[in-house]
């Protein structure tokens, strides 16, 4: 078998018999137990669950009632919660904790057949750029393995750029899908906010929280989200509309669309007459061959997303993670005396740094004397900059952009908080919007991959599923891998 195989190339070979879903499933746990040593990208691995799963989906194949994407194995990331499995959101705080319920965007995937092989590493409560915030150690980019793999879903973009499993799920709040797939040489969805239910996806916060898929081919993209989207009514922030709007065989043939894409000025700038900026001119290059065009456009507010997200994002999550007080579940210190010492021992010794920086931050943020000054202004901002969106979109189908500054960093090269935050720099603007944004690789900058990132309105994710179809039909660059063992 071929690790770096699409699960469109799984789902041929399962259907003409080539492999069935066990020994293909068997082929990915035996990877992971092989090679994962190197990335660090799993914390459990479900190989028991995972062969019952594979052997019911054969049943189904063998029948002829099988879907698109039975059959196929997948990894979750750790903060979606897995009945039976724990689900520890890369935090000691949650070592111990195993949900009594599948989160709906499992649940769909379950339905739709997918095997479930483990549980991938993240940034602590999912507050990272790098995949070193985990409690059970940094992930290590399949490229590099001195470098990180981006976050905070840098566990499901290892794994899947390792070869140790075709697809994985991912949350975006604000680029933790977006840069670690652009790092990683992968693709990556976030989704239209609402798009994808958040029910039994632990929170970080609330109005910026998005899961989505991670996978090799924006066809594979496709695949995942008709299976996770569409409205839940156990999530209150879940669309009405049905988000599942760009079907698989769209995307596998050409659009014939012709479409204007905008470049934001903004972004660019910050790249000009760089050699990572020339990997962007030559994917641009690429699409304007296909017959799309280019126009230059304005986001004035892009300056100001980056504080205004980490006022917003900190404040969300400081209320977020109040639950987590050592009684009820996670994380208990040993031996309190008194109920006070209970709750102050048990949050500092259970949350990393980081988290406990952004609790501070956002607890300061929403304090009295403060809340004017700071939570209510980043709201003020985070609507001008929605409002530069719509805008846009009232004269461009889509925007490309790049997806980060920079290619993958070492590890522990970045220990400032405020230099590590400026990773996001390019993800965050649609974070706050609301609106789907498609990362897809488009070239290598001193052999490590860059992705460019599709940005499109409301519910467009359709759009930019077809333009990344177009993109990929005409490129190679996601059929590139780092040197796989086999």
């Not at 799993?42 to 029948?63: C, G, M, W, Y």
């Not at 670690?180 to 109005?207: D, E, H, N, Q, W």
């Not at 924006?218 to 008709?226: G, H, K, R, S």
């Not at 980060?404 to 993800?427: H, L």
Request: glycine share 10%; hydrophobic share 40%.
């Amino acid at each position: 078998m071929n690790p770096a195989a699409t699960l469109t190339d799984l789902a041929a070979g399962l259907r003409a018999g080539d492999f069935s879903s066990v020994e293909l499933v068997r082929y990915y746990l035996d990877r992971i137990e092989r090679l994962d040593i190197h990335y660090n990208s799993f914390i459990t691995v479900t190989r028991e669950r995972a062969l019952v799963q594979a052997a019911a989906a054969d049943v189904s194949l063998h029948a002829g009632n099988a879907g698109p994407l039975t059959g196929l194995p997948i990894a979750h990331k750790d903060i979606f919660c897995t009945r039976g499995v724990r689900t520890t959101c890369g935090s000691r705080m949650l070592d111990n904790f195993v949900a009594p319920y599948d989160a709906t965007a499992v649940a769909r995937l379950v339905t739709a057949g997918m095997v479930m092989l483990g549980k991938t590493n993240m940034d602590e409560f999912a507050m990272g750029s790098s995949c070193e915030t985990s409690f059970y150690g940094p992930v290590h980019n399949p490229w590099d393995t001195t470098r990180v793999p981006g976050g905070s879903s840098g566990g499901s973009a290892a794994a899947v750029a390792a070869g140790l499993t075709p697809a994985a799920t991912g949350t975006d709040t604000g680029g933790s899908i977006r840069q670690p797939a652009a790092l990683s040489g992968i693709c990556g969805l976030k989704p239209t906010y609402g798009a994808v239910s958040r029910y039994g996806m632990v929170a970080f916060a609330s109005s910026l929280d998005q899961g989505g898929p991670m996978a090799r081919s924006v066809a594979d993209i496709a695949l995942l989200n008709e299976a996770m989207a569409g409205f839940d009514a156990k999530d209150s922030t879940s669309a009405v509309r049905d988000a599942a709007n760009s079907r698989a065989e769209n995307v596998a043939a050409a659009s014939g669309r012709r479409l204007t894409i905008g470049l934001p000025k903004e972004y660019f700038a910050v790249l000009a007459d760089t050699a990572f900026a020339r990997v962007y001119d030559e994917a641009r290059r690429t699409l304007e061959a296909l017959g799309h065009r280019f126009v230059e456009v304005s986001l004035p507010h892009t300056p100001f997303a980056v504080p205004a997200y980490y006022v917003i994002a900190s404040a969300e999550a400081s209320t977020n993670l109040a639950r987590y007080d050592g009684v009820r579940y996670g994380y208990r210190c040993a031996a309190p005396t008194s109920l006070t010492e209970l709750y102050e021992r048990s949050r500092g010794e259970g949350f990393g740094r980081e988290v406990k920086r952004r609790i501070l931050t956002g607890t300061y943020a929403l304090s009295v004397g403060y809340f004017d000054a700071y939570y209510l202004k980043a709201q003020r901002v985070r609507r001008l900059i929605r409002d530069d969106f719509t805008t846009a979109f009232k004269t461009v189908d889509a925007l490309m952009a790049p997806t980060a500054p920079g290619t993958a960093f070492p590890i522990g090269q970045i220990s400032d908080p405020v230099e590590m935050y400026q990773q996001d720099v390019f993800t965050v603007p649609a974070s706050l919007a609301g609106i789907p944004a498609l990362a897809v690789p488009c070239g290598f900058h001193h052999g490590l991959p860059v992705g460019m990132q599709l940005m499109g309105a409301h519910f467009g994710e359709a759009r930019l599923l077809e333009l990344g179809g177009d993109f990929q039909r005409a490129t190679d660059w996601h059929l590139r891998t780092p040197n796989l063992p086999g």
